[in-house]
């Protein structure tokens, strides 16, 4: 090495931190003796003085490093690590720490660069492991990138159909004759309909305190109609519920209805007697005039049922809101004045605007309210039916229709004697003659009735069903109901099985039911209001009570309580299998139930608003 000179401290590690040399923590001289002991060493350097081959292989290692740097290869891979988010040093660190990195890369055992190479090429591409531009890089990142914009255009399109299968309000729906409804995880209950139902449905039928009122002028209006409701109290309320909508279809001023006696109920009650006249009055106010009583200008008042030229008759059953408006509206101008006669059913329901049934609901349910006093006693009778064991007791409350007059109506043959059958068959040639006819065919029509479901159910079957579907002998049951047909003997069976049977008048004193005996009307308002409170009303046999019951809970309820409505159809072929075993027919009963008990659902078709009342006066919660 005599005659060069060695280079300095401070230019060797200049050298060394500049990157220049490969190997900074080796001499000179080790340098010379592993790249003359490879054979890498330059053709020059192995003849020339060692500065000069010092020199020269310095040049040649800068020269390497300096097309290394410049290749497209090293700056993919640069650019790659820089954006990659696994990347585990940073430019700011320096280049000492990507040797340590290198360093630290070396000593990682074989299997963990096996199982980066398991991945596949997108996803090593994605995650910097891969140069995305390579050929089979390039092409899997495209189907990668195809696939995940396949996934988001799903997800964007099946959002909205799994936010309202979600945000569904409970309702069940009808296929035929048999009723669906949705699958809750609560257990069955004996006194409540699922949560899920209660929760979905709210009642709307009330006008909105901003909604102006459009009821024209008093010299303007149409003319005044004036009506008879027929029949017994719960006919008479319907009738007067639409009348109303009627005198809102034409436009016309409505004389508060009179309560027409009834051959069958012989009671003389007048609307002032059952319900709260000026409440009637003020609460419709924005929707129709009501008026007391027949103008005193008009002199012709006995006329108004006797006249034909005062009266319009021959309306049809369930006529709509345009054959009003065509054929009875004209003749309202005409004379001013106007009866209609007869008025039972004589309004549809889904041929009518929504608004119209909608008013029907705000009359039902808001405007015809019970006299205080008959509203005081069924709340005392409600409250001694909870309180006769425990405080707080749930009770039952069983419309047990089962009256001479229905049994004999319904010309269906029912267990009893040769005598009572008799007595039956004189009973109706008398009172239907028409329809009894010789009575040969009515044993045939009979059977045919009992397996259509359209006979009512006999105190004795529907015990047997309440302990099917899991009600035991402390069950407290109110018992609204006429004069039972067969008396202690036809009723024994239900009282047998459940001994806490009540009715109204084993409840209240004598004394406290005086004043209501005046008008037989009270005391079905007593029964109406006693059964609407109740925890689980049944019902056996159909009607216009049952069927306002059941609307009225289901809209002040919102479908919690529980309105049952006996299968009778398969009850008539299940109690008529003797080798039915018990434990089959109760599974049969429960099953054929848990869709029977007032749940949510459409109005239309199948039922008419008084019974549910959930599409035109109910409003998702």
Not at 208 to 236: C, M, W
Request: aromatic fraction near 8%.
């Amino acid at each position: 090495m005599t005659g060069h000179s060695q280079p300095s401290d401070r230019e060797s590690k200049h050298e060394i931190d500049s990157g220049a040399l490969p190997l900074p923590s080796r001499t000179e001289s080790e340098v010379l003796r592993l790249h003359a002991e490879t054979g890498t060493l330059p053709l020059s350097s192995r003849t020339a003085p060692p500065a000069e081959a010092m020199a020269e292989l310095r040049h040649s290692t800068a020269a390497a490093a300096a097309r290394a740097s410049n290749s497209p290869a090293k700056r993919d891979s640069d650019a790659s690590s820089a954006s990659s988010p696994f990347a585990s040093t940073s430019a700011a660190r320096g280049r000492d720490d990507d040797g340590k990195d290198a360093h630290r890369s070396s000593l990682l055992p074989p299997h963990h660069h096996h199982h980066r190479q398991l991945l596949p090429s997108p996803l090593r591409s994605l995650l910097a492991l891969e140069d995305p531009r390579t050929p089979t890089a390039s092409l899997s990142y495209r189907i990668l990138l195809a696939v995940l914009a396949l996934l988001l255009l799903a997800a964007l399109f099946s959002a909205p159909s799994l936010w309202s299968r979600f945000n569904t309000p409970y309702l069940c729906q009808k296929e035929g004759i048999t009723l669906h409804c949705p699958q809750t995880k609560e257990p069955l209950s004996l006194w409540e309909n699922p949560r899920a139902a209660t929760a979905s449905w709210k009642p709307c039928a009330e006008r909105r305190s901003d909604e102006p009122s459009d009821v024209p002028p008093e010299n303007k209006t149409s003319g005044y109609i004036f009506i008879h409701a027929e029949g017994g109290l719960n006919q008479q309320r319907i009738a007067i519920c639409n009348a109303v909508a009627i005198a809102k279809i034409m436009e016309a001023t409505l004389i508060l209805p009179v309560l027409k006696q009834d051959q069958i109920w012989k009671d003389q009650t007048k609307f002032e007697d059952i319900f709260d006249v000026d409440h009637f009055i003020n609460y419709l106010k924005d929707d129709v005039r009501i008026v007391r009583d027949i103008p005193d200008w008009f002199t012709e008042k006995d006329e108004l049922f006797t006249s034909i030229k005062r009266t319009v008759k021959n309306i049809p059953k369930y006529a709509s809101a345009q054959f009003y408006i065509d054929n009875v509206l004209p003749r309202i101008k005409e004379k001013t004045i106007m009866s209609i006669k007869p008025f039972v059913d004589r309004l549809g329901y889904d041929n009518v605007p929504t608004e119209i049934n909608r008013l029907r609901c705000r009359v039902n349910y808001h405007a015809l309210k019970f006299l205080p006093d008959i509203e005081e006693m069924a709340d005392k009778l409600a409250t001694k039916m909870r309180n006769r064991t425990t405080s707080g007791n749930p009770y039952m409350a069983l419309h047990l229709r089962y009256e001479k007059g229905m049994v004999g109506l319904s010309f269906c043959d029912f267990a009893g004697t040769r005598d009572e059958k008799a007595m039956m068959a004189a009973y109706r040639q008398k009172e239907w003659p028409r329809r009894f006819k010789n009575g040969s065919h009515l044993w045939p029509l009979a059977l045919k009735k009992r397996k259509e479901g359209r006979c009512p159910l006999e105190p004795g079957e529907i015990a047997v069903i309440l302990r099917a579907l899991g009600y035991t002998r402390e069950t407290q049951i109110y018992v609204a109901s006429g004069q039972v047909y067969g008396g202690k003997n036809r009723m024994a069976p239900l009282r047998n099985m459940f001994p806490n049977l009540v009715t109204k008048e084993e409840l209240a004193s004598g004394a406290e039911m005086e004043h209501f005996r005046k008008h037989v009307t009270s005391l079905a308002a007593l029964d109406f209001l006693v059964c609407l409170k109740s925890d689980v009303f049944v019902m056996t046999h159909g009607g216009n009570f049952a069927k306002l019951i059941m609307g009225a809970r289901r809209y002040s309820g919102r479908h919690r309580l529980k309105s049952i409505k006996p299968d009778k159809g398969l009850m008539s072929k299940s109690l008529g299998d003797p080798y039915l075993a018990w434990a089959s027919f109760a599974e049969d009963v429960v099953i054929s139930h848990q869709a029977r008990a007032g749940l949510p659902e459409p109005t239309f078709p199948g039922y008419d608003l008084w019974e549910n009342p959930l599409t035109p006066c109910m409003c998702r919660a």
